[in-house]
T-cell receptor
């Protein structure tokens, strides 16, 4: 357990509405990541952060934005949700003095 | 572009029947290869990191090996509790410690 929580754990929303997912860590890790997991695609990186207010894009960043105003929280926002963003979203942190990433429990998002 | 291919997609074993899962990769300068286990409805759980060809890591009934083109996850005398999806990921030379994942092997071990 890397001290990662995600909220909400489940969400159903409608097309066109804004959605924010939260990742919270308790161990002061510098690097945090957002992935989505879809059948047939595996885990794909959306955005990552390497410090407060420092973020960069991943492989599938279109339609998503992120913010990190404090070390412990990394927020993923879908400004206007679409059905193609229905997925399971995982947050991860990079462990201290290691390249290994540790994952949170996930958020299942359904966009109707 | 880094690529990871896992095979087979699904594997069904009898308890005690040993087998291997394959992870083939293409990356320009491997910094690390990672194995994870994922149970339904949960996040991936870290198993191993391998850094160079010839390296091996073991944990209980699992042993991971690495060559310059692929990695194997050997499962010896599996038990039903080993049933899960096993994910492989590679880290290339770019910044950010970014990982590229394969689509996983779904393992079911039956009594």
């Amino acid at each position: 357990d890397a001290g990662i929580t995600q909220s909400p754990r489940h969400k159903v929303t409608e097309t066109g509405t804004p959605v924010t997912l939260r990742c919270h860590q308790t161990e002061n890790h510098r690097y945090m990541y957002w992935y989505r997991q879809d059948p047939g695609h595996g885990l794909r990186l959306i955005h990552y952060s390497y410090g407060v207010k420092d973020t960069d894009k991943g492989e599938v960043s279109d339609g998503y934005s992120v913010s990190r105003s404090k070390t412990e929280d990394f927020l993923l926002t879908l400004e206007s949700a679409t059905s193609s963003q229905t997925s399971v979203y995982f947050c991860a942190i990079r462990g201290t003095d290691t390249d290994t990433q540790y994952f949170g429990p996930g958020t299942r998002l359904t966009v109707l | 572009e880094d690529q990871v291919t896992q095979s087979p997609e699904a594997l069904r074993l009898q308890e005690g029947e040993s087998s291997s899962l394959n992870c083939s990769y293409t990356v320009s300068g491997l910094r690390g290869l990672f194995w994870y286990r994922q149970d339904p409805g949960k996040g991936p759980e870290f198993l191993f990191t391998l850094y160079s060809a010839g390296e091996e890591k073991e944990k209980e009934r699992l042993k991971a090996t690495l060559t310059k083109k692929e990695s194997f996850l050997h499962i010896t005398a599996p038990k039903p509790e080993d049933s899960a999806t096993y994910l492989c990921a590679v880290q290339g030379p770019g910044g950010g410690n970014k990982l590229t994942f394969g689509t996983g092997t779904q393992l079911k071990v039956e009594l």
